[in-house]
């Protein structure tokens, strides 16, 4: 396992009605920017990579600590992209790059980990995971997208291998594990098979995990999401838990399940990832009032 190149350790406390950053570590090229207060005593935090990107060989570890009741919106400035695994040399053997994730949520604190989507270059190798583990009564909404490389360069899964893996604890009890490995020069047509992508190359997903999460609110997220593409302009075919919006040239196509306990996952496949990050935020406003009474945060980069 390659050495690791950059990483991030935080911890947060709450202080009366406010949360605050008690404890930080970074090491180059990853830092926190700054951390604003947002509205209703929540924290925002910004982590900036000052590095052209996860390079060849890279390992990145971000390891997020939340205590009681802590309040906490994590996201970072821009796209994480993610270079080709070997130099410029053709002959080098490939140096696949990774990261791990670590987020520790405290009793009845309330964590929403939006990052920016990934971008895959033309030869890039990244395994990923991520470990979530949540103490009782504590809330996560956490987003991920993939990009199957720069399209607009001609870069449609020129990428060597993705493999992500994201694995959630609830009071000690496995509530969730997804395993996901894409190499597509081995997988081939595969991809265009029944359960592959089709003729869809992004994707994203926005999992919400809370006790308070039932059968009732899948539903009027559902019938949420289906009213915007109405409104949008969007038909939609759909079942009792999916739908699909067609839009030239950009069809979306989305569904939501209800995870083991206390969760469900949305997720989006498209054409065109701001499309995929415009439903998967109008579906996090709605979470974070339905559900959780609290306002609509429009966050600034």
């Known amino acids: ?56 060989g890279d390992r990145y570890v971000l390891d997020w600590t939340f205590g009681e009741q802590t309040d906490v919106y994590i996201t970072n400035q821009s796209y994480t992209k993610v270079h080709p695994a ?15 994730q670590r987020l520790t949520l405290g009793r009845d604190s309330y964590v929403e980990y939006m990052p920016e989507p990934l971008m895959l270059y033309k030869d890039a190798v990244f395994y990923s995971a991520t470990d979530i583990r949540m103490d009782a009564g504590s809330v996560l909404i956490y987003a991920d997208a993939v990009c199957p490389g720069r399209t607009y360069r001609g870069e449609l899964f020129q990428y060597g291998l993705y493999q992500n893996r994201l694995t959630v604890t609830y009071d000690g009890e496995l509530i969730y594990c997804a395993k996901q490995r894409i190499q597509p020069a081995a997988q081939g047509l595969r991809l265009n098979a ?23 609110f899948i539903e009027a997220l559902k019938d949420f999401l289906e009213e915007r593409n109405k409104e949008h302009d969007s038909p939609l075919r759909n079942n009792m838990t999916a739908g699909q919006a067609s839009r030239p040239g950009a069809p ?14 949305l997720s989006v496949i498209g054409s065109k990832m701001y499309e995929i ?17 609290k306002p609509v945060l429009n966050v600034r980069k």
């Open 194 to 216: 029944i359960g592959g992508w089709a003729e869809h190359t992004h994707a994203g997903s926005l999992c919400v995990f809370s006790d308070r999460v039932d059968a009732a």
């Open 1 to 56: 396992m390659p050495n690791v190149t950059g990483c991030v350790t935080a911890s947060f406390t709450a202080a009366g009605e406010q949360t605050r950053l008690s404890g930080r570590y970074h090491a180059y090229p990853l830092k926190i920017a700054k951390a604003f207060p947002f509205p209703e005593g929540q924290l925002g935090v910004y982590v900036m990579d000052a590095s052209p990107g996860v390079m060849a």
């Open 86 to 100: 070997r130099d410029s040399d053709a002959g080098a053997a490939a140096r696949p790059s990774s990261q791990e």
């Open 277 to 293: 990050q415009e439903l998967m935020t109008a579906a996090w406003q709605f979470t974070r009032q339905r559900l959780f009474a």
């Open 252 to 265: 979306l196509y989305f569904g939501i399940s209800r995870t083991y306990k206390y969760g469900l996952v």
